[in-house]
C-alpha cells in the first residue's frame, strides 16, 4: 500500500563513476574514452528495476554517456521514461562562459534528440551550478528550446547550494520553469531530502520519513534524483581522491538497490513532466 497517493518524480543522472564533481581532480576528460565503461550497464539494470515496478522516471543524461551508450536512450524513450539533458560532460555551468555553457547544452541536446528521435523539455545542470552568479543560463535554456530545469538545491553544501533561493516550483522571468530539489525546514534552515548521498548515508526508515513530513507539511510534488554508478558497489575505487570525496562517494553503495526498491513500492512515481504538469 502506498504511504500517500499523490505522484512524484523519480530521476536519474546518467553519468559514470568517474564523472562526477567530486572526482574532477583526479580523472582527466581527455583520460575518460580509455576507462571501460559502467553506465550502460547500470542503467539496463535500473531500467530493469523500474519496469518491475512499474514505475515511470526522467533521465537527465550526459551527451558524452549517450554517443557512447545510444543503445541505453532508445530504451528510456521505448520503454516511456522522459529523456532530458544534463549537459555534455558534467562541466558545471559555474565553471564556464556564456558562449561555452551554450555550446555545452547546444551539443548536449543535438546528441540525446538525435539518437531519441523526439524533442527534450528538460534539463538539470551538473551539481546543481546554477546560482546567484549565472542566472543568465536560464536565458540560454530558454533560447535552446527547453521548458523546465532542475538545477538548484536550496541548501548549504560546500560544492553547491542557493539555500535563499525558492523551495518550490516556479517560473522564471523569462517563462522558464525551474524545479528545486526538495527540502524541509528544520530549526529555521532547509534541509536537503531529494536523495543521492543524503539517501545513500541514512537509513531508509529516516529518509522514509522524512519524505512523509514533506508530503504531510506540503502540497506540491516530491522528487527524488540518484545516479546509476549508486547501485554499482563493484565500481574501481579511486585510491587518488580526497578522503571526503571517497567516503561521500563509497559510502553503502552495496544498500543502495534496496533501498531505492523500497522507495519505489511505499510512494507512487512518474516523470517530471507528468509529476509537474509541464506541457
Known sequence: MKLDNRLNAMTVDVEDYFQVSAFEGVVDKKDWDSISLRVGNNTHRLLDLFAANNVKSTFFTLGWVAERCP???KRI?????????????????????????????????????????IALKGYRAPSFSINDTNTWAYDILKELGFVYSSSTYPIHHDLYGVPEWPRFRYERDNGLIEIPIPTVRKKGSNVGIGGGGYFRLYPYWLS?????????????PYSFYFHPWEIDPEQPKL???????????????????GKVEK???DFNWVTMQEAYDID
Do not use: C
Open 77 to 117: 524513450v521505448s520503454e516511456g521514461h522522459e529523456l532530458a539533458s544534463h549537459g555534455l560532460a558534467h562541466q558545471r555551468a559555474t565553471t564556464m562562459t556564456e558562449r561555452e555553457l551554450y555550446n555545452d547544452i547546444k551539443q548536449s541536446k543535438d546528441i540525446l534528440e538525435g539518437i531519441a528521435g
Open 263 to 265: 522507495l519505489l513500492n
Open 239 to 257: 585510491s587518488s581522491a580526497p578522503w571526503k570525496s571517497k567516503v561521500r562517494h563509497y559510502i553503502n553503495l552495496s544498500k543502495m538497490e
Open 71 to 73: 543503445d541505453v536512450i
Open 208 to 220: 522514509k520519513r522524512r519524505i512523509t513530513e514533506f508530503m504531510q507539511t506540503e502540497s506540491a
